[in-house]
């Protein structure tokens, strides 16, 4: 079987390493960037099953980003988890009218339980 694909979009590498080296412990395969602009070429050609979206990120922000990737017919059907220091309830409300799966506060949520949210997002 293939393994599951996540591409973790985060622009601070030792939060953005941190994630991945537990995902691939997981069983999964990480993939990772910490730009937008990355993060559509690794979309389309490495085709990842699961996307961990922070929202602050340099250039373009996660929310347009995500906005993006649900007007892109060929990765429109991406799972997208939204992982970010933001968390007011707006946030979370454009997020998820956007298009993400689940919202999950850095603060609030360790590495046991966001593997937890991805898992019962691929079953």
Excluded at 11 to 32: I, P, Q, S, W, Y
Excluded at 90 to 103: M, N, P, T, V, Y
């Amino acid at each position: 079987m293939e393994k599951v694909k996540i591409l973790v979009i985060e622009d601070d590498d030792f939060f953005r390493n941190t994630v991945a080296k537990r995902l691939e412990r997981e069983g999964f395969e990480a993939l990772t960037t910490g730009n937008s602009k990355e993060a559509l070429e690794i979309l389309e050609t490495k085709k990842p099953n699961i996307v961990l979206l922070d929202i602050i990120l340099p250039g373009m922000d996660g929310f347009e980003l995500l906005s993006i990737i649900k007007k892109t017919e060929s990765i429109k059907n991406v799972s997208v988890m939204i992982l970010s220091n933001l968390g007011q309830k707006q946030d979370i409300e454009k997020a998820l009218s956007l298009g993400a799966k689940d919202f999950m506060i850095k603060v609030n949520v360790n590495l046991d339980q966001i593997v937890e949210r991805i898992k019962k997002e691929i079953s």
